[in-house]
């Protein structure tokens, strides 16, 4: 952690990146960390670089900015696991690379690494980073980093919630945000969602051994009237019925190739999204899917991972 504040410390140009299709922890790690540097070095120039997802400008907003010619810049980039996900590809620019994670480093990419799976968030991290090199914290990051862990734990429900995530939650509610308006927006969603959510239930395939998989094609999403990145607030809610204990959410890409969301309670499934074009943790993670016949094979995989830990 000191490494990277030495080197925060050598550039007046400093990129923080996330992950492409943000979630609160993306945007909190990322925000957050810009809140806590501007506030500590109120002298450089320090932005939030990516697209801006409509869903969640209530936490906060993107810098739109343009690059001087020559000048060389440090690139910090947040909760993404491997290259591809990069949001703003100037970071291939950066003198210097920083990556901030809490997935596996299957893609140890960056000069420079803080990379600690077993964390329940990047958010966590960056609020670990900035009390243990001393640097102040203020309302704005604190907000932006209770989001992220919040929104990443589950409202601390999933597994690696550990008693440092509460401690660190604990110290950012010391600042002065409304935490239960924050809580209210989180776990807001529009009536179209609410329908998405009955469609979800009613359309559920469910196999014996507690698999499940629902798709969403082009037609449903334009059904609804809803984006990809509005069918993430349903990814859970398969987990909510007892005797489900790992399931997949199939959604249609513009490209006719799917992007499949995986969640599970207690069995690993990781393995199954990097032989599909993906990864992530153990218990969530995601996959690329580029046929009807790989899908099918995909879920083949989640009941038969099922059924093999089962037996164990």
């Not at 950066?94 to 958010?123: C, M, T, W």
């Not at 002065?176 to 179209?192: C, V, Y």
């Not at 995986?262 to 992530?280: C, F, L, Q, T, Y």
């Amino acid at each position: 952690m000191n490494e990277i504040l030495e080197k925060i410390k050598e550039y007046e140009l400093i990129l923080i990146h996330r992950h492409k299709n943000p979630d609160p922890d993306a945007l909190g790690s990322q925000a957050g960390l810009r809140a806590i540097l501007r506030e500590n070095f109120p002298d450089k120039r320090i932005y939030a670089v990516g697209y801006d997802e409509p869903t969640l400008t209530y936490l906060t907003q993107m810098d739109q900015v343009e690059l001087p010619g020559q000048e060389k810049f440090l690139s910090i980039i947040c909760d993404t696991a491997n290259q591809p996900r990069i949001d703003d590809e100037r970071y291939q620019a950066a003198d210097f690379v920083i990556k901030i994670d809490h997935h596996p480093n299957d893609d140890a990419y960056g000069d420079l690494q803080l990379v600690e799976p077993e964390r329940s968030s990047a958010s966590e991290i960056v609020a670990d980073f900035a009390l243990a090199t001393n640097l102040r914290l203020n309302a704005q990051a604190a907000r932006l980093l209770y989001a992220g862990i919040i929104g990443d734990t589950g409202r601390f429900l999933y597994p690696a919630t550990s008693p440092n995530t509460f401690k660190i939650a604990s110290i950012l509610a010391e600042y002065d945000f409304d935490r239960s308006a924050l809580g209210r927006e989180m776990a807001s969603f529009d009536m179209k969602v609410a329908r998405l959510q009955g469609f979800v239930y009613e359309n559920m395939q469910v196999s014996e051994n507690g698999a499940a998989r629902v798709i969403l094609t082009q037609d449903i999403l334009k059904q609804f009237d809803l984006r990809d990145a509005e069918t993430s607030s349903i990814v859970g809610v398969p987990g909510n019925i007892r005797g489900i204990n790992s399931w997949a959410i199939f959604v249609e890409q513009a490209d006719g190739h799917f992007r499949v969301r995986m969640r599970s309670k207690i069995v690993p499934i990781n393995e199954i999204a990097k032989r599909h074009d993906g990864g992530g943790h153990a218990l969530a993670s995601g996959a690329n899917s580029y046929s009807i016949e790989e899908n099918e094979q995909i879920w083949r995989e989640l009941q038969a991972n099922l059924a093999q830990n089962s037996a164990l």
